[in-house]
């Protein structure tokens, strides 16, 4: 699943999925100007909690969303 944050007209795109060599799970996160970075973690439990952290640090530094896209 797509995620996107937008702050003006600039958007940071996240992407939560299972880690192509189906150990795990991945979020993919895309901000202005980096390269993408790829985070990992074992379990859905602890990129669920992962996801929510970086929803909230998003959101307090000023991005709206997460708006949602298959």
Not at 48 to 62: I, M, P, S, T, V
Request: glycine share 8%; net charge negative; aromatic share 16%.
């Amino acid at each position: 699943m797509f995620y996107f944050f937008q702050k003006e007209s600039v958007y940071i795109q996240c992407e939560v999925r299972q880690a192509d060599d189906g150990a795990g799970f991945e979020i993919a996160i895309t901000e202005p100007n980096q390269p993408e970075r790829v985070e990992r973690y074992p379990s859905s439990d602890t990129v669920h909690r992962r996801w929510l952290e970086l929803q909230e640090r998003f959101q307090r530094d000023g991005w709206w969303g997460p708006l949602g896209r298959d």
